[in-house]
């Protein structure tokens, strides 16, 4: 008996992810993990895994795996999606069984960008550097799914799922991200200006960045900035003026100022916006 | 350097120390390493400042705290008990008369001043196993080319600013190139991966071509 999936559609991308790698930033190796933390723990919680357990994270669903010789116990979250079962509806945010041999599909979010679909055991892939995440700037970990792929299934843990369902995050209103001022907010014209622009998600946006459009901030220096650590959240300004909000595989150090820092807590909804998606920033207090 | 460290806001889990120069920035981030604090998570040294993320459950108070208490030891580099590589290096590189004029000297004195001195690893960042190395001396301090090539093989050795470097991997790159080496900079089934991690000292030896 095997315990595995086998790939039969991605979508336009399908990554395994876990929560990353720590403590190598010195060796130019960033944390990458899953781009929405939050969903990839929930459904970690839902199935009774370790919170660090991988998933695969569909972007813009479109994801059909097959279950191999044993069957496995599933729960997808993230971006709310349909999910089918050998053609039957079981739903995102619902723990369900599939039987070997068992289709599963998910289709597109209706809002939201990326959905994972977390198994019991968790989906275990060779880890390389202490986690399973694909990290799509180093090219670090799992290369992206593709359709013949045989995806292993890792041991259960001793104790049991004991939820049905989890709530579905509401990903459809209105995103104002919190964000804090600086540390190179001096480096830009008038730094107040990225809160009070409407700003859209340009498609130049990945899971190293989002590229945001709507208003060129203006470089206050023509100096260079010595290269500076950088971390998820991070809003930095290239000379374009077009800020770029760092996500999970942003580089570990970049040499253009970050003007200003989006709360941890935000990351992950920053996460699921489209391309073409408004979303505004508000200024917060450092802690 | 205590009371002159300076902290800049970094988000609600991460503070920006800024330091004088790479030396202090490497030094800062051992002494912060070597405390072992509960509060501190990654640390990110670079150019002029060390990022410091608070730990798992730690709050930014606490990490504030500890920042302010580092005290690096005295002089920037604590060089005789880190390891020593040394790098075999072919000086072809197709920017050696550039780098020549730039600083000066003939291309046997830039060859010489980049093998007559210890180099040693300051932070990472550019790509997995890329170093930043510093120098002794400003000898070979040269800006980056003033275009990109798009294809740098791997193992190229340059120069940008006041570092030198091996890349990795063929990437675009800007840096001044003075030649190459074999040398395994990056090997994931290699423990450590990198050749290069920080602290390491290097020693670039001229080879035959």
Known sequence: MTRAMRVHATGPLALVQDLGRSGLSGVGVGRSGAADRGALRQANRALANPEHAAAVEATFGGLEVAVLDEGVWCCVTGAACAVQVDGRDVGSHAVFFAEPGARIVLGRPGAGLRSYLGVRGGVAPGEVLGSRSSDVLSGLGP????????????VPADRFPHVDSVTAP??????????????RDG???DVDALVATPWSVTERSNR?????????LRPARDQELPSEGAWRGAVQVPPSGEPVLFLADHPVTGGYPVVAVVVDA???????????DPVRFRWVEAP | MTGGVRLL??????LLVELGSTGEAVAYAAALRALGADAVGEIVPAARTVLAVAGEGAAVSDLRQVLAGVCPAAGSVDADDTPLVEVPVVYDGDDLADVAELTGLSVEEVVAAHTGQTWQVAFGGFAPGFGYLIGEDDRLHVPRR??????????????AGEYSGIYPRASPGG?????????????????????LAPGVRVRFVQVPR
């Open chain 1, 170 to 183: 509401d990903l459809a209103g209105e995103v104002v991200l919190r964000a804090v001022r600086g540390p």
């Open chain 2, 9 to 14: 806001p970094y988000g609600d889990r991460a």
């Open chain 2, 175 to 195: 840096w001044q190139l003075l030649g190459r080496t074999d040398a395994t900079l990056w090997d994931i089934e290699r423990d450590p991966p990198a050749l």
């Open chain 1, 208 to 216: 190293v960045g989002m590229r945001l459009g709507g208003h060129a």
């Open chain 1, 266 to 276: 935000d990351v992950d909804r920053a996460a699921q916006l489209r391309p073409g």
């Open chain 1, 187 to 189: 480096w830009v014209d």
């Open chain 1, 143 to 154: 290369p992206p799914l593709e359709v013949g792929d045989v995806l292993p299934v890792g």
């Open chain 2, 146 to 159: 003033a275009e990109s090539r798009t294809r740098v093989p791997a193992g190229a050795v340059g120069l």
